[in-house]
């Protein structure tokens, strides 16, 4: 459960991707993008995992990264 404030609520959130057994921190995700936080550095057309987790609920997403990543990528990476 999120945290309970004197003057409301907020909500737990957390979004990775995992790839290959590792986890990384995703910024933000939008239609068909994503910003990672953390560095990651993959092939294109990496399969991963998107998991947006928001208090006790869970969604997965199987994506595939179309144009890879690399440890030095910054704005929005494209997803299929």
């Not at 737990?12 to 068909?32: A, P, T």
Request: hydrophobic share 30%; with cysteine; net charge negative.
């Amino acid at each position: 459960m999120g945290i309970q404030w004197t003057d409301g609520y907020s909500a737990l959130v957390e979004i990775f991707l995992e790839v290959n057994g590792q986890k990384f921190n995703v910024e933000r995700v939008g239609k068909d993008s994503i910003t990672m936080r953390d560095p990651c550095d993959c092939q294109p057309n990496t399969r991963a995992t998107l998991v947006i987790r928001v208090d006790d609920w869970e969604k997965r997403s199987e994506i595939c990264l179309t144009n890879g990543l690399g440890c030095d990528t910054h704005g929005p990476v494209p997803f299929t």
